[in-house]
């Protein structure tokens, strides 16, 4: 073998033991809805966990770390106008909350298993159901959800409207909650 290469081998193997130094804690995702971290801790996977969730501006109702659990209160959804929010997965989503009044909660289940921990995420989105009030005439169609007048457009509801308002479940956002997985495991 002649210097020159000898020289080389050793240049390359050297850079293959350093990088191997230097590699990140492994991450994988074996199910839908969960992500495995490897080489952290529970308390270092919730911190990181918490502060992701802030950075997609939802607010953290629930932190247990005894129990691994972390849930948020519910967000409304994004408006096509606001580009700074994340919580809209695709553009059905954002149509879909800019028409309606949407909101969505996260609860994340963390896991230590062996050397790892183990995050699952479950989104619920529920929509705002506004009962109508009675209108007589086409003319007074803008009085149909509020007391509005024709020139004044505001959202006073009825006793009666309070009473029947409810938030319909629609179900969970699994595109949303893959995207949590995601920014938690780039956060780490």
């Not at 967000?75 to 149509?95: C, H, K, M, P, Y």
């Amino acid at each position: 073998m002649s210097k020159l290469s000898r020289h080389n081998l050793l240049w390359a193997l050297g850079g293959f033991m350093l990088l191997a130094g230097c590699a990140q804690p492994q991450h994988t995702a074996p199910e839908e809805g969960s992500l495995y971290l490897s080489d952290i801790s529970m308390a270092n996977a919730m911190r990181a966990t918490e502060t992701m969730l802030r950075r997609m501006h939802f607010a953290i109702e629930k932190a247990d770390p005894i129990g691994g659990v972390i849930r948020t209160k519910p967000l409304a959804g994004a408006q096509f106008f606001e580009f700074w929010r994340s919580d809209n997965v695709g553009l059905a989503q954002t149509v879909e909350a800019s028409i309606h009044t949407i909101r969505r909660s996260v609860e994340l289940q963390l896991h230590p298993t062996g050397n790892q921990v183990r995050i699952e995420c479950t989104v619920r989105v529920q929509r705002l159901s506004l009962p109508e009030n009675e209108v007589a005439s086409v003319s007074q169609a803008y009085r149909m959800y509020s007391k509005s007048t024709p020139t004044l457009q505001r959202l006073e509801l009825e006793p009666e409207q309070r009473e029947r308002l409810a938030w319909i479940d629609l179900g969970e956002d699994p595109a949303l909650a893959e995207k949590i997985l995601k920014r938690i495991s780039q956060e780490i």
